[in-house]
């Protein structure tokens, strides 16, 4: 894990990030690794393997449980994307989402946004690379903003969420909020839709979630 400034980024290539000293706890075959921001954590997750391929959880209610993380997840959701692709920065404006996010097919830039009033973090950003070869996955409380940029040719993208999804409820913030300044590495010309290109900043439009 490495800092540029007050902001996380799980990208040890690039050189001028610092070394973060990670905060850790192990439970049956899941770590969960503190961040900056309260609340959000990258999970590793340990795989059985042999010459037949591996076996591995990806979730386990009690191990959570164990670690503080009491959740309810009632939905999954999947998506595929090809690289330059990004997507957010989402959220659902009147019934928020925790999430719980992990690829399994190449490799994306996930960043969660803390939108809770009052927090110490609000308007800070976390993120981290999640693929299929480090098998790690995010899990992002509710209060928050959340996108992600594909970096490899394509990506499959599965999250668990703790509240359905409302499509009237949508809500956004522009994926560039210069106040925010998240920094996405440079994937040349990137490919948004049409609502996320519309999406204001926080100057404009200001979020705050009572959670």
Not at 31 to 54: C, H, M, N, Q
Not at 78 to 85: E, P
Request: hydrophobic residues 35%; charged residues 30%.
């Amino acid at each position: 894990m490495s800092l540029i400034g007050e902001h996380i980024v799980e990208r040890i290539t690039l050189p001028e990030y610092r070394e973060k000293e990670k905060t850790s706890m192990t439970v049956g075959n899941f770590t969960f690794i503190e961040t900056e921001i309260e609340g959000v954590f990258i999970i590793e997750l340990k795989a059985y393997g042999d010459s037949r391929g591996y076996f591995m959880e990806t979730y386990k209610k009690p191990d959570f449980d164990a670690a503080g993380l009491r959740y309810d997840f009632i939905q999954d959701n999947q998506s595929a994307s090809r690289k330059g692709v990004l997507r957010g920065l989402h959220f659902q404006k009147n019934h928020p989402q925790a999430k719980l996010v992990r690829v399994f097919s190449g490799e994306v830039f996930d960043v969660a946004v803390d939108l809770r009033k009052g927090s110490k973090t609000y308007g800070k950003w976390v993120g981290t690379c999640l693929s299929a070869e480090n098998r790690r996955q995010l899990l992002i409380p509710r209060g928050f903003a959340h996108g992600f940029l594909v970096l490899s040719d394509f990506a499959e993208f599965t999250y668990k969420c703790d509240e359905v999804y409302h499509p009237e409820d949508e809500g956004g913030i522009a994926w560039n909020d210069p106040d925010i300044a998240v920094a996405w590495p440079d994937m040349g010309e990137l490919i948004l839709s049409e609502k996320d290109k519309k999406n204001p900043t926080m100057a404009d439009r200001p979020v705050e979630f009572q959670v």
